[in-house]
């Protein structure tokens, strides 16, 4: 019932930039929080910056002072400016939403398919 799409990953040369956005959509109540995840193959899936209601940021320590995480419309898109990046930035992205879900009458978290970003160059 709450489905997340994602835009904007590709491929970028080191240094380059790039625009993340997420927007979700469903039987949303209201939004505490959105974020980014990452997975790079071999490694584990892992948090790269979230935002909560209230505006509160968290971001990897990977990625302080080059990502920047936004609310692009309310509590429902979020956008991930990022900017110098680097190879081991290279990962499929997952936008997340924790939110509560009219349709089960409870707080859920919910996933995007993934969008690819490549720095190579």
């Known amino acids: 019932q709450v489905q997340l799409v994602e835009s904007g990953g590709g491929l970028v040369q080191p240094g380059g930039s790039l625009r993340l956005s997420c927007t979700a959509s469903g039987s949303i109540f209201s939004v505490h929080a959105m974020g980014w995840y990452r997975q790079a193959p071999g490694k584990q899936r892992e948090l790269v910056a979230k935002?909560?209601?209230?505006?509160?940021?968290d971001y990897a320590d990977s990625v302080k002072g080059r990502f920047t995480i936004s609310r692009d419309n309310a509590e429902t898109a979020v956008g991930l400016q990022m900017n110098s990046l680097k190879p081991e930035d290279t990962a499929v992205y997952y936008c997340n939403a924790d939110v509560f879900d009219t349709a089960t009458m409870r707080p859920g978290q919910y996933w995007g398919q993934g969008t690819q970003v490549t720095v190579s160059a």
């Open positions: 935002i909560t209601r209230a505006g509160t940021t």
